[in-house]
């Protein structure tokens, strides 16, 4: 089994300086010694270079709309190429803009891809609907062929065309969903569960029934986009946009112990961490190496312990 890791230090999806610094912060909290630990053949393709583009003036209250589209280009072809060489793909950001490139790049190889987001956020508004103009809380939106006749022609993005269908998304952690992207959600018949509904069901029945959604009719590639800020702030200060009453480490890492139980999982990003935003050396720390910690579980680390097989005990 091969893992490939791809740093993409981008911000420009929202306005908060520093989440550029998280594939840096990420990989010093020892992830490749982590997944080396796990008999992964690690390939480190290093960080992907990202041009600003000097004229890239606002798209309605939409900030940096070419140098997003562009880096998402940029990130689809590496992210392809990852996936066409045969590898697991760890992306990590940056903001959650990102996950336009990275799914779009895996879409290429794998078009029956599902995606788990695990996120606080929907990251599904359109540019008419978002309250910020951040393009890191639209990603999905330019995915989405259901949406195609709600998007406008956002300029940087004519390189790629929405391929995903509401169906093979599910969303998990919800707990700051914006009015119009609740319309949306709910229009499109979209299945999430938020954090209510893990209150209600437990993590458990979520993950059961969010496999049996995506996997029951076939088996097809997992893309999973995980949010740092999908976790509980106290567990993930180092992030952005951080909201009260999120993910335990325990559902945390349950969702990606079952994702790496279906043998599907296909491309990972792990997105938002700002090792600037710490209020503490210690709590950046804490926020860098929780997001060790669910990719290691993501790639088949397990709480129980493991061993090769013995024939008898030693
Ligand atoms: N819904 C808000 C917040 C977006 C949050 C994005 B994040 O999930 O990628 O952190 C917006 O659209 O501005
Ligand atoms: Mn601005
Ligand atoms: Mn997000
Ligand atoms: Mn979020």
């Known amino acids: 089994q091969s893992v490939a890791i791809l ?3 981008f911000s420009k999806g929202q306005k908060r300086r520093g989440v550029e610094h998280g594939p840096k912060a990420i990989r010093d909290a020892g992830l490749v010694e982590r997944l080396s630990n796990l008999d992964y053949a690690v390939h480190d393709f290093g960080d992907l270079t990202f041009k600003h583009l000097e004229k890239d ?5 939409v900030p940096f709309p070419r140098t ?3 880096a998402n280009q940029l990130l689809s072809g590496a992210v392809s190429g990852a996936v066409g060489a045969g590898h697991t793909c760890i992306m990590l950001g940056g903001d959650h803009s990102l996950a336009i490139g990275s799914v779009e790049g895996h879409a290429q190889h794998c078009p029956d891809l599902c995606l788990i987001w695990v996120d606080a956020h929907a990251d599904i ?3 008419l609907t978002s309250p910020s103009g951040n393009l890191h809380g639209q990603s999905v939106a330019f995915l989405l062929k259901d949406l195609q006749n709600k998007m406008p022609e956002v300029p ?8 995903l269908s509401a169906r093979d998304l599910v969303y998990i952690g919800l707990r700051d969903v914006d009015p119009g992207e ?8 979209i299945q999430y569960f938020s954090m209510r509904d893990i209150d209600r069901m437990g993590i458990q029945r979520v993950m059961e029934v969010t496999l049996d959604h995506l996997l029951a009719r076939k088996q097809r590639p997992i893309h999973l986009s995980f949010d740092i800020d999908a976790f509980d702030p106290s567990l993930a200060p180092a992030t952005g946009t951080p909201v009260n009453g999120g993910l335990t480490y325990r559902e945390g890492i349950y969702v990606t112990e079952e994702i790496h139980n279906t043998g599907l999982l296909s491309v990972m990003d792990v997105v938002e961490v700002n090792p600037t935003l710490g209020a503490t050396p210690e709590a950046v720390e804490a926020t860098t190496s929780l997001a060790v910690d ?3 579980s993501a790639l088949g680390q397990t709480r129980e312990g493991a061993h090769v097989a013995f024939p008898k005990i030693p």
């Not at 940087?156 to 391929?163: L, Q, Y």
């Not at 609740?182 to 018949?189: C, E, Q, S």
């Open 125 to 127: 508004n359109t540019p």
């Open 182 to 189: 609740h319309i949306i959600l709910k229009t499109l018949g």
């Open 68 to 70: 997003v589209g562009r």
């Open 7 to 9: 740093g993409a230090p």
């Open 156 to 163: 940087g993005f004519s390189w790629m065309k929405p391929f």
């Open 57 to 61: 003036e606002h798209f309605m209250h």
């Open 294 to 296: 669910v990719i290691a």
